[in-house]
């Protein structure tokens, strides 16, 4: 896709000056072929993750790509760089567990200096105590820790690691933090923790914290993925608001959740239903992987190596036409309820959630 640049001319006055400037800009922002603009990106620091969650990644430890596939730090700089000159200002930081990558904070922090407006981080909470204060000086806004059961044993299921009391430390360390807002990220999965639904809601209540409900996807690495195993949004609000009355709150159009508060109480639920209720249409996300790969959608049947470019001596100016074509080509919606639907040949652990 050719990338036009408007230069302001000499004898332009002040106004037409910013009006140029501001076209110019326009012409550089990422956009797909719907017109959707493009403003979120997550980035997958690392494969590598110290949980083993049963609907996520298999049980081998030695399963993540060898050191010299990920991209370097410095490559992630570049890339990010180039990126929000593009128009993304709001980042996700993921993996893989994105704390057991180190110099992950001082990777935040330079995002930060790039001027990132709205900066978080995913993560199993296993590290997150002993590394809370260095996420917070480095400049991240806003934390997303992910907890699939409130009962430790089933928790030590889920994970296949026995985390519980360091996760829930690393939720009270989150909530003692300046990070706002603590969101508590649950995938429930039918026949394992469905039944959990109300004690999670309790728990957003009791803690004040944003409690989402993230429906299982297609995603898993050993492919045990059917859709009887999903438990939707609808069954969710409709069990919660059984026991307490649930108040819409506004949401932007590109949100993942549909946001509720407890009428009269604190706490907050967030139901995220791509397989139920896809939310493609405004959909404003890109994602980079560990290795240097640019994706679309989680579902998107290919990637987009960016490393030939990265280790081939291309310009910054290459690699940003380069990105907004591929971006330009971003999918219309997923197609999990398609009848055609084949899951992509990436897991989430090696796409980044
Ligand atoms: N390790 C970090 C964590 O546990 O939050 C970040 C990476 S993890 C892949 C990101 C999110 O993806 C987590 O909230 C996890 O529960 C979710 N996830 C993983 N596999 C999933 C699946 N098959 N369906 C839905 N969500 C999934």
Same mark, same amino acid.
């Given at each position: 896709?050719?990338?036009?640049?408007?230069?302001?001319k000499?004898?332009a006055?002040e106004?037409?000056?910013?009006?140029?400037?501001?076209?110019?800009?326009? +012409?550089?922002?990422l956009?797909? !072929?719907?017109g959707?603009?493009?403003?979120?990106?997550?980035?997958s620091?690392t494969?590598?993750?110290?949980?083993?969650?049963?609907?996520?990644?298999?049980? &081998?430890p030695?399963?993540?790509?060898? #050191?010299?596939?990920l991209?370097?730090?410095?490559?992630?700089?570049?890339?990010?760089?180039?990126?929000v &000159? $593009?128009?993304?200002?709001?980042i996700?930081?993921? /993996?893989?567990e994105p $704390?057991?990558?180190?110099g =992950?904070?001082?990777?935040i922090?330079? $995002?930060?200096?790039?001027?990132?407006k709205d900066l978080?981080?995913t993560?199993?909470?296993?590290?997150l105590a002993? %590394?809370?204060d260095?996420?917070?000086?480095?400049g991240?806004?806003?934390i997303?820790i992910?907890?699939d059961? $409130?009962?430790?044993?089933?928790?030590?299921?889920?994970t296949?690691t026995?985390?519980?009391?360091?996760?829930?430390?690393?939720?009270? *360390?989150? !909530?003692?933090?300046?990070?706002?807002?603590?969101?508590?990220?649950?995938?429930? =999965?039918?026949?394992?923790?469905d039944?959990?639904? #109300?004690?999670?809601?309790?728990? *957003?209540?009791?803690?004040?914290?944003?409690?989402?409900?993230?429906?299982?996807?297609p995603?898993? *690495?050993?492919?045990?993925?059917t859709r009887?195993?999903?438990?939707?949004?609808?069954?969710?609000?409709?069990?919660?608001?059984?026991?307490?009355e649930?108040?819409?709150?506004?949401?932007?159009?590109?949100?993942?959740?549909?946001?509720?508060r407890? *009428?009269?109480?604190?706490g907050?639920?967030?139901?995220i239903?791509?397989v139920? !209720?896809?939310?493609?249409?405004?959909?404003? %996300?890109i994602?980079?992987?560990?290795? /240097?790969?640019?994706?679309?959608?989680?579902?998107?049947?290919? +990637?987009?190596?960016?490393?030939?470019?990265?280790?081939?001596?291309a310009?910054?100016? #290459?690699?940003?036409?380069?990105? !907004?074509?591929?971006v330009?080509?971003? #999918?219309?919606?997923?197609?999990?309820n398609?009848?055609?639907?084949?899951p992509?040949?990436?897991?989430?652990?090696f796409?980044?959630?």
């Open positions: 896709m050719a990338v036009t640049h408007a230069q302001p000499g004898c006055t106004n037409e000056s910013k009006a140029l400037a501001t076209s110019s800009k326009t +012409d550089m922002m956009r797909d !072929q719907f959707r603009p493009i403003t979120d990106l997550r980035i620091v494969d590598r993750c110290n949980f083993r969650c049963v609907y996520c990644r298999s049980a &081998d030695e399963n993540h790509m060898a #050191e010299r596939q991209l370097r730090w410095e490559e992630f700089d570049r890339l990010a760089r180039i990126l &000159d $593009l128009g993304i200002h709001k996700r930081v993921t /993996g893989g $704390l057991v990558r180190e =992950v904070e001082d990777f922090a330079r $995002l930060r200096a790039l001027g990132v978080s981080i993560t199993n909470g296993h590290l002993d %590394r809370c260095r996420l917070v000086a480095a991240l806004n806003r997303n992910s907890l059961s $409130l009962d430790r044993s089933r928790f030590e299921q889920i296949r026995k985390s519980f009391d360091r996760v829930m430390a690393g939720i009270d *360390a989150a !909530q003692a933090s300046p990070l706002r807002p603590v969101k508590v990220n649950a995938v429930l =999965v039918r026949g394992l923790n039944d959990e639904v #109300e004690a999670f809601a309790e728990f *957003a209540r009791e803690r004040a914290l944003i409690m989402r409900f993230i429906e299982f996807m995603l898993d *690495a050993d492919r045990h993925w009887d195993l999903v438990v939707t949004a609808a069954e969710i609000h409709r069990r919660i608001s059984a026991r307490w649930l108040v819409p709150v506004p949401h932007e159009r590109s949100e993942t959740a549909r946001k509720y407890f *009428a009269g109480g604190r907050e639920i967030g139901l239903a791509p139920s !209720q896809p939310f493609c249409g405004f959909c404003s %996300r994602r980079l992987t560990a290795d /240097g790969k640019l994706r679309t959608c989680l579902f998107s049947k290919e +990637d987009h190596d960016l490393k030939p470019l990265l280790r081939g001596g310009t910054d100016k #290459e690699i940003a036409e380069e990105i !907004q074509a591929i330009h080509e971003k #999918e219309k919606g997923h197609r999990i398609e009848p055609d639907f084949v992509p040949s990436r897991t989430m652990v796409i980044g959630g």
